[in-house]
């Protein structure tokens, strides 16, 4: 209560006389609730399309649930009735709509609480944001970095799922991005167990020859370390492998041109430079300036944080018709 209103530009639109409400999306752009009873809608850059979905709708990069508490906030400008705004308590940001009649710079004003229930992040096309040796931008103790490096699976299968790509880096659903996380984990976690193992057995010959004797070494890499060696270069292979499909995927799906190696550019990376490719993915589908990187979850972002879905057919990524 008795919040500071953030307006976040643009201009407003008026209220629909039939009583639907109007809403600023924030880029000179405006939505409307469907008067034929459509709560549901879908917004590009100059035109309303809807979806006639209930109860919920679809606005720019963030979606929004429309049952909430009732606060007061102060206006932060002279606004009409009808606009719409986003507003702060703490570090829940949600939409605040200015009543009837409209109110004056300073006037604290009730309105429902919709809070941004998830954001959905959009995702620059037609060329990547950086480039692919920018790995270490974020710094080394970065949590997308970190990953790439202990746990290059890992960080792979969060930009599968973030993606919705499924196992082999084709384009799937989000239950296939799910699937392809678990997976992507579960062979993390074998691999580093595989090799914990053989080290902890080198460890115990050694200590059982008074930690002095390098014979049971030698003797256990003459028998264990070309199957270990041939393991972890079957498993960086596969990484690799999977690395260029799923940066194909990623290229094809925001229309990202090949800017060397036409044709070859996507497997070069991945066997070249493997890891500074998951890294260049991974920024490239995330705004870590914005929202923090996290080691573990899904998506390796925020839990209610997501990668903005592809437009629906016919319409292109800004909201025009096609």
């Not at 400008?77 to 939409?95: C, H, R, S």
């Not at 044709?263 to 914005?290: K, L």
């Amino acid at each position: 209560r008795g919040l500071e209103g953030l307006d976040s530009g643009g201009d407003a639109s008026q209220a629909d006389p039939s009583g639907a409400q109007s809403v600023y999306s924030g880029a000179s752009q405006s939505e409307a609730v469907n008067p034929s009873g459509a709560q549901s809608v879908y917004s590009g850059a100059s035109q309303t399309y809807y979806s006639g979905g209930p109860s919920s709708y679809y606005s720019g990069n963030r979606s929004y649930a429309t049952e909430s508490p009732v606060v007061d906030v102060v206006a932060p400008a002279d606004l009409p009735q009808g606009y719409v705004f986003e507003a702060q308590i703490g570090d829940k940001k949600f939409l605040a709509t200015v009543p009837a009649g409209g109110v004056k710079k300073g006037e604290m004003f009730s309105c429902p609480m919709r809070v941004l229930d998830v954001i959905q992040l959009p995702i620059q096309r037609d060329e990547w944001k950086d480039t692919v040796f920018d790995c270490a931008q974020d710094g080394f103790c970065h949590a997308l970095f970190c990953n790439t490096l202990f746990f290059p699976f890992l960080a792979l299968g969060q930009i599968m799922a973030r993606n919705r790509l499924d196992g082999c880096g084709n384009q799937g659903t989000s239950i296939d991005g799910r699937a392809a996380f678990q997976n992507m984990a579960t062979l993390s976690v074998f691999w580093v167990a595989v090799n914990g193992l053989a080290g902890f057995a080198l460890y115990t010959q050694w200590r059982r020859n008074n930690w002095g004797d390098f014979s049971p070494i030698l003797s256990f890499s003459s028998v264990a370390f070309i199957a270990v060696a041939s393991f972890n270069a079957v498993m960086v292979l596969l990484v690799a492998y999977l690395v260029w499909r799923t940066r194909r995927s990623i290229r094809g799906k925001y229309d990202i041109k090949e800017e060397r190696c036409h044709g070859q550019e996507d497997i070069m990376c991945a066997i070249c430079c493997m890891p500074c490719s998951i890294c260049h993915m991974g920024r490239h589908t995330a705004d870590y300036s914005t929202y923090s990187a996290k080691c573990c979850t899904e998506t390796g972002l925020p839990q209610n944080v997501q990668v903005r879905s592809m437009p629906p057919k016919g319409y292109s990524d800004a909201g025009h018709l096609v």
